[in-house]
């Protein structure tokens, strides 16, 4: 930029900062807002809106499966023609596992997660006013915000929302008429989910230039806190995921709409051959699982982040392995992009490939391994302080392990061919990314919630909360191994009319209720979260005496986070408990000069000056010693 | 409150602006080379090949489309120099030859669908994807046809030479990656056309 001329313009030369300093207005402040924690909280509460509807949705099918004789005259007066008779359709219930989900994979916990936490914790976990470009930020949320209408709004066509699996693999999605659900709602949910695609986009851009960029000063790399990292290698994630969805999308847009067999071949539907020919199914498969498989990584990277934080802060300990942390991230954020193909093992494809495959998937367990054992060592003697998010942080580790370790069966194409599509895949992923994920999520509100709204939520409620989400959660899904490994299908309506399955309708009941017990339990969250941010307890500055930047900003929210110039930063973020500091916690904003008794020789690795000064202060501390 | 905020000196930021566009690249080639991938799998699965010279007008689209770099190029020279007239010039020209790009393609497709009766939704699916290929690279070219007009408006209303100089490299950035993805394309069906 050395040609960087002054040129005045005379007359023309408008004030461009002018308009920056106006007075907000309702508009402008709540809805149309460009400040970023005014995002993370629209796009926190509308992700906790599309999580109630997804789990209202769960509910509905869950009391199909449990009750498949049974009429509930109240189901008709609800959902009208969706349930005739009392009962659930079969292609709405297809609909509600498709949608559940959806809003669950996506809305939920990619936006709902990345887009409350990223938008929250990145600018002021780096020190930086806000994100590199307000403006797409807030176009992301809306995004969003329209993606989720669009979503919705199936539910009011006449043959209902999409009903081909979340995965919409075609022939079902590319043929309007295949099904009721792969009309009007299908196309819709491609709407949505385009929309969906460039809210995330405009996201993920957003997020990893305002990492690399607008750090303040002395924030290099490796004093960036664990949450920052995750949600930076998520959002690179993101960024080279999506786009291959989209041109799977538009090569299933060019199926559906002109005429074109991407995908399509041989097909005949409803007695009448259909003229297309030449198409492959699977070439959808691999461009969805391309971005699918990156996908459960950007659901559960954010979710370890916040855990890896809020554990550390809770212990009262550094976090153990912080260099182990980083590189096992970004071993999973590598990782993923070579695995796609274990959710194509029945495909028919190449046993050689598979085997590949295979391989790749195990190593996986590696990195994950890293981390279980990094957040077990944080605990290990800590001074732990059992806060609700706490105990959702511990939560999330808990189902990460359980539901990760029957990974490593389904990882094996030949253990594959007796488990795919059971209800063992559905119990592993709702373990591992669902409930982990959302573990994760609720850790991270119950952790920041003093940050974004300037209160306390309420323990008691929060405890309460936990312990019936985490029992609820296992019974629901640990029964579902078993009826997967009996061969039980998954998205089935009523699989329980087999003779060989009859057995399981006793399970189905005690899961339906222990999900209605854990639905319940979010009652005790809904009404902790809402009359808190009216009538919590007011907040101190740093209520969990935590080192990280975002706590030395003031509790009341200004546009710029800091009043004044922006904190530097000294040292990394989890010097919790050091031996021979004044308190149990030295925040990144302290200076090594200020904390000469708690200084050990590592903190000057690459500043000599630093430890020739440490060495003089504790000769001249010995030779008092000596004197007294 | 709000009063006693400072901006950090008060100066644009706008490298990690730029940054955004630099990964919107990425993002964009990521699609591409989806799209390419999904040929190989497809054609490479299917055994359906090409079989299709591609029609001349892409030679000629390729030619106006570096032509087009060019002169976008002298048009941010003469930005850096204060020639605004000069910069306003070049980059109608660039416009100019963008509209043709555009045009040529088109009539490629032309060609393509009526004088060698290679269509959209042929049975081989190889051919669609030609079709695909273009057109989302059009999608592209319409994006960059517009960050030049932006950049054009800029210039006639005397914004601040270093809004008028970013607005120039946003523009350089977009439309150079764009010339380079055709050129990727083109070479990508010409290996492929047997």
Redesign the interface.
């Known amino acids: 930029m050395s040609?960087?001329?002054?040129?005045d313009?005379g007359v023309?030369?408008h004030d461009?900062?002018g308009h920056?300093h106006h007075k907000e207005t309702f508009v402008s402040k709540y809805i149309f807002s460009m400040d970023h924690k005014m995002i993370a909280k629209q796009f926190l509460i509308t992700g906790i809106t599309m999580a109630v509807i997804a789990m209202i949705l769960s509910i509905l099918f869950r009391i199909q499966l449990a009750y498949p004789d049974k009429t509930f005259p109240l189901l008709t007066t609800l959902l009208g023609h969706f349930a005739p008779n009392g009962r659930i359709s079969t292609e709405f219930y297809l609909s509600l596992v498709t949608i559940h989900g959806t809003i669950m994979v996506f809305f939920v916990l990619t936006a709902g997660l990345s887009g409350t936490f990223a938008n929250l914790l990145i600018p002021l976990q780096i020190g930086a006013?806000d994100m590199?470009?307000p403006f797409?930020n807030m176009l992301s949320y809306w995004f969003f915000f329209m993606a989720s209408v669009v979503m919705l709004s199936s539910f009011f066509v006449q043959k209902g929302p999409a009903s081909g699996g979340w995965t919409i693999y075609p022939p079902l999605s590319a043929l309007p008429k295949a099904m009721p659900g792969s009309g009007e709602g299908m196309t819709l949910w491609l709407i949505s989910m385009v929309m969906f695609v460039a809210s995330s986009?405009m996201g993920?851009?957003?997020y990893?230039?305002?990492v690399?960029?607008?750090r303040t000063k002395g924030m290099d790399l490796w004093k960036m806190p664990l949450t920052i990292w995750a949600l930076f290698l998520t959002a690179i994630l993101g960024?080279?995921?999506?786009?291959?969805l989209?041109?799977?999308v538009?090569?299933l847009i060019?199926d559906r709409s002109?005429?074109?067999?991407?995908y399509l071949s041989d097909i005949v539907l409803n007695g009448v051959a259909q003229?297309?020919?030449?198409?492959?199914p699977?070439?959808f498969q691999?461009?969805f699982w391309?971005l699918g498989h990156p996908e459960v990584y950007i659901v559960i990277m954010p979710a370890m982040g916040i855990s890896s934080e809020v554990m550390s802060v809770n212990s009262r300990k550094p976090i153990f392995g912080y260099h182990a942390m980083v590189y096992s991230l970004i071993g999973i954020t590598v990782l993923s992009f070579i695995v796609w193909g274990h959710h194509m093992f029945v495909t028919g494809m190449n046993p050689f490939l598979g085997g590949v495959f295979m391989i790749t998937t195990l190593i996986i367990a590696v990195p994950s391994a890293v981390k279980t054992f990094n957040w077990l060592a944080t605990l290990w003697r800590g001074n732990i302080r059992f806060t609700p998010a706490m105990l959702f942080a511990i939560g999330m580790v808990s189902f990460f392990i359980s539901g990760g370790l029957t990974g490593i069966f389904l990882g094996n194409a030949a253990l594959d061919i007796n488990l795919h599509d059971t209800y063992f895949v559905v119990a592993h992923f709702h373990l591992v990314m669902g409930s982990a994920a959302i573990f994760g999520m609720l850790a991270g509100v119950y952790h920041w919630f003093p940050k974004m709204f300037g209160k306390l939520m309420d323990e008691k409620l929060g405890y309460l909360h936990f312990w019936l989400t985490f029992i609820g959660a296992y019974l629901v899904f640990f029964p579902m191994h078993f009826m997967g490994l009996d061969g039980v299908p998954r998205r089935y309506y009523a699989f329980t009319e087999f003779a060989s399955m009859q057995k399981w309708l006793t399970i189905n009941t005690f899961i339906t209720w222990a999900a209605i017990m854990a639905a319940l339990a979010q009652v005790a969250f809904l009404y902790n979260f809402i009359t808190s941010i009216f009538a919590g307890k007011k907040t101190t500055q740093n209520p969990w005496e935590s080192n990280t930047l975002e706590w030395t900003t003031p509790v009341?929210h200004?546009?710029?986070n800091w009043?004044?110039?922006?904190p530097t930063v000294y040292r990394w973020p989890y010097d919790y408990s050091k031996p021979g500091a004044e308190e149990d916690f030295i925040p990144q904003t302290v200076p090594f000069s200020q904390t000469m008794s708690s200084n050990l020789p590592h903190d000057f690795e690459d500043n000599p000056a630093g430890l020739e000064a440490l060495n003089k202060f504790n000769t001249t501390l010995k030779a008092e010693e000596k004197v007294k | 409150m709000m009063a006693s905020i400072q901006k950090n000196g008060d100066k644009l930021d706008l490298a990690p602006k730029k940054f955004n566009m630099w990964i919107f690249i990425f993002t964009s080639s990521m699609f591409f080379a989806a799209l390419t991938s999904g040929f190989i799998v497809y054609s490479g699965g299917k055994g359906h090949g090409l079989n299709v010279i591609m029609p001349s007008a892409f030679m000629y689209s390729t030619a106006v489309i570096i032509l087009s770099s060019g002169t976008l190029f002298l048009a941010h020279k003469a930005a850096k120099n204060l020639q605004f007239g000069v910069q306003q010039l070049y980059l109608w020209l660039t416009f100019a030859l963008g509209v043709a790009f555009f045009a040529i393609q088109v009539y490629g497709w032309y060609v393509l669908t009526y004088k060698m009766n290679v269509y959209l939704t042929d049975p081989n699916a190889s051919r669609s994807f030609v079709y695909i290929f273009t057109g989302m690279h059009l999608i592209h070219i319409i994006a960059g046809l517009l960050l030049i007009l932006n950049t054009l408006t800029g210039s006639y209303r005397n914004i601040p030479q270093v809004k008028n100089l970013f607005k120039m490299e946003m523009t350089s950035i977009f439309w150079h990656f764009v010339g380079i993805i055709w050129i990727y394309l083109y070479v990508f069906l010409l290996l492929n056309q047997n």
């Open positions: 040609t960087l001329a002054v040129h313009h023309a030369h461009e900062h920056e006013r590199a470009s797409m986009l993920g851009i957003n990893v230039s305002t690399l960029n607008m960024i080279l995921a999506f786009p291959v989209v041109a799977g538009v090569l060019f002109f005429g074109t067999s991407f003229p297309y020919e030449g198409g492959s699977i070439l691999h461009l391309f009341e200004l546009h710029g009043p004044g110039e922006i």
